[in-house]
């Protein structure tokens, strides 16, 4: 196969509220969405980037840059028959993950159509529903986070994820310990702590948190062994593996103990199974993280996580976490037990709305072989 149109559309949603990390404040979700054609099939792909390069080194121009400039052009001259190989032909190009992921998942969602199989088939899945978990921003105070936590649990989700930062780590997580018990509790610290902390971090052991996700520098694997070795809190590591490589290092090296996977962090499908197998014959399980995705990366999140080793309940929450009204239809639910059924269509598995796409479309350019 080979794609002869690309369409590329900035898009702006505000979310249902802001999203609050150690590392910024989320009010409206600008992204990418990626539509590729090959002949009759029409494929969807999202590119994950934040409004800001504060998570990764990645921005709407940026991704934006890269594909116009070297990616779609790679992907017209590069006859292909599983995606693999197109991911392939992209890798010269260093990092800029999102805008690959994009691009790649994209045609993931063709060649599962061409092949009349649900995408997560077309990967390899092997589950029909995943476990849903819920990522909790920053709260104003105590109260607000207990009452916020009560609240999704009511709806089934089946573990809580909060965002943690020195100065706001052992007080609300032993006041989530003591309104619900042994729920299945994590947090995440997105980089902000140092090793200065093990003092603070090994306070929390006796919280039997599920683990701790991402609490020393984005860019290390080195001094997360060395934190490793001090406290009994499993680490998970989010910002440091951008490969499989990276993987096998960290977890040989012993800076983690479990693996959040996120496609666009990744760079897309082919990565992100490969980190998985890795981390499978490792015995390291997997759980596959978020970006604040709309309906389109919300629907390559659920097929991920039906791979094998995704043994751990993700970030993959309901359409309505975030979104007063989704990009697809149906929206994504979630089950009074904290499941979300994997679709069983073809593709995506879900209907594209294109009426709503071109509401929150800030910026389109369609891009065609010479
Ligand atoms: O670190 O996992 C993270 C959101 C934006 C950037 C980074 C992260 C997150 C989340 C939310 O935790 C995950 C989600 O619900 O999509
Ligand atoms: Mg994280």
């Not at 080979?2 to 609050?20: N, Y």
């Not at 002949?39 to 990645?58: F, I, K």
């Not at 306070?203 to 694997?221: C, G, K, N, T, V």
Request: net charge negative; hydrophobic share 40%.
């Amino acid at each position: 196969m080979q794609l002869d149109r690309i369409v590329l559309r900035e898009v702006a949603v505000l979310l249902k509220e802001p999203f609050k990390t150690s590392f910024g404040l989320e009010h409206t979700r600008r992204f990418i969405i990626v539509e590729a054609h090959a002949g009759e099939y029409v494929g969807y792909g999202e590119v994950t980037v934040l409004s800001a390069p504060l998570y990764n080194e990645e921005t709407v121009g940026t991704a934006w840059h890269v594909l116009q400039s070297f990616l779609i052009p790679i992907a017209f001259s590069t006859e292909w028959e599983t995606p693999e190989q197109l991911a392939a032909a992209f890798s010269p190009i260093r990092r800029n993950n999102m805008a690959k992921a994009g691009l790649e998942g994209a045609v993931w969602d063709i060649y599962a159509q061409a092949n009349g199989m649900p995408l997560a088939k077309a990967i390899g899945g092997v589950r029909d529903r995943v476990p849903s978990g819920v990522s909790i921003g920053m709260q104003p105070d105590v109260d607000t986070l207990v009452r916020t936590v009560g609240a999704f649990l009511e709806q089934g989700y089946q573990r809580i994820k909060v965002k943690i930062k020195p100065g706001w780590d052992e007080l609300p997580l032993r006041a989530l310990r003591a309104a619900f018990g042994d729920l299945p509790l994590m947090a995440d610290a997105n980089s902000s702590y140092t090793l200065r902390d093990i003092e603070a971090l090994r306070q929390l052991d006796d919280l039997y948190l599920m683990m701790i996700e991402q609490p020393l520098a984005h860019d290390d694997i080195i001094d997360h062994a060395q934190l490793q070795g001090a406290i009994e809190t499993p680490i998970c590591l989010d910002e440091s593996i951008l490969t499989a490589e990276d993987a096998r290092k960290a977890l040989g090296l012993g800076s983690c103990r479990i693996i959040n996977i996120k496609v666009g962090r990744v760079g897309g499908f082919t990565e992100a199974r490969r980190l998985h197998d890795l981390c499978k014959d490792k015995g390291a399980p997997v759980w596959c993280g978020g970006m604040l995705e709309s309906g389109i990366g919300r629907a390559h999140n659920i097929a991920l996580a039906t791979l094998p080793n995704f043994t751990l309940p993700g970030d993959i929450s309901a359409s309505s976490r975030y979104w007063e009204q989704d990009i697809i239809e149906p929206e994504v639910t979630v089950s009074a037990d904290g499941y979300i059924q994997v679709p069983t269509r073809p593709g995506l598995g879900f209907e594209v709305r294109r009426d709503l796409l071109d509401q929150v479309t800030v910026r389109l350019e369609a891009f065609e072989p010479d």
